[in-house]
């Protein structure tokens, strides 16, 4: 089994491709780094790095096991930061938004379990709309989202949520007057879009560019926020696929949500950046999940109202 400095020593250097470089990260010389490094090789019994006066570079048999350890070096890295905030006790200021009125009941669930747990840490919750959700997790604004899934690049709990999806047409749209539709019918009309700066992901699980058969989706207009996206699809330019949530949070008489029988269904959970994992934000995540349990359902099982 490796030491600890052993891993690191290889790892670093096989970073930096240059002993004195590393040896200047670890704070050792030159000449202990070369003294791991070849013990590490005559265990190993192949070389793992090839030396020139010039020139380090890392043999296939080095980046194999490169590729293996670092992120073995990640989780033991991971696991002595949550075994120092355990010790110090989770204190300090988390920071929670969420996306959409859908969410707010699990969230102060959340927040109220998490608090009761955890009385030294402050958390305080804010609103982000589609615009600004992900550009706020990446500069730090907020530590963790609870929005609907998928998020581009993200770390993610558990489903907290579990909805049925609907399709939102205009009353006056044919569609209107169906009990079900199948993703199909997205080849037949336009899709109104989200905006631009939305996680890819997402839209292709909401607004994909191809029915179940391959035919192209059109694409309707960009609205800037979804009450904006929602009024395009009133105005009759075009349909939006959504969860079932949006016919109780966004009841409207020029908008009709109609079942979407073959469509998976929507998860709605905590989103936050995999390198900013701390114990503030495992310990909310652990502490929504118990709050809620089971994932909350839409509505029971017999589907939506239409009345």
Known sequence: MLERHELETFLTLAEEMHFGRTAERLGVTTGRVS????????????????RTSRVVRITPIGRRLADDLAPLA???????????????????????AFLGEYVAP???????????????????????????????LLDGSID???????????????????????????????????????????????????PAVTSAEFKRDRTPERTPSGRPVP??????????MLSLVALGRGVLP?????????????????????APPIERGAIWPAAKTTARVQEFVRAATDAVVTPVAAVSPGGPGRG
Not at 87 to 95: D, K, M
Not at 244 to 261: A, G, N, S
Request: neutral net charge; hydrophobic residues 40%.
């Open 35 to 50: 003294h791991v490094i070849k013990k590490l090789e005559r265990r190993i019994g192949a070389p793992l790095f090839e």
């Open 74 to 96: 990640a989780q033991m890295d991971a696991a002595l930061r949550r075994a120092i905030s355990s010790g110090r006790g989770v204190t300090g200021r988390l920071r929670v």
């Open 106 to 136: 699990v969230l102060l669930k959340a927040v109220n379990l998490f608090t009761a747990r955890h009385p030294d840490c402050e958390v305080e919750v804010r609103e982000v709309q589609l615009y600004n959700s992900r550009a706020s």
């Open 144 to 194: 963790l989202l609870v929005a609907s899934f998928p998020f581009d690049g993200m770390a993610c709990g558990p489903a907290l949520m579990v909805e049925r999806r609907v399709l939102a047409v205009a009353a006056t749209n044919p569609l209107a007057e169906r009990e079900s539709v199948s993703l199909e019918a997205l080849g037949d009309h336009p899709v109104v879009q989200y």
């Open 219 to 228: 694409k309707g207009p960009h609205g800037g926020t979804f009450s904006e």
């Open 242 to 262: 959504v969860g079932e949530l949006t016919e109780r949070y966004h009841p409207r008489p020029d908008i009709v949500y109609v079942p979407i029988h073959d």
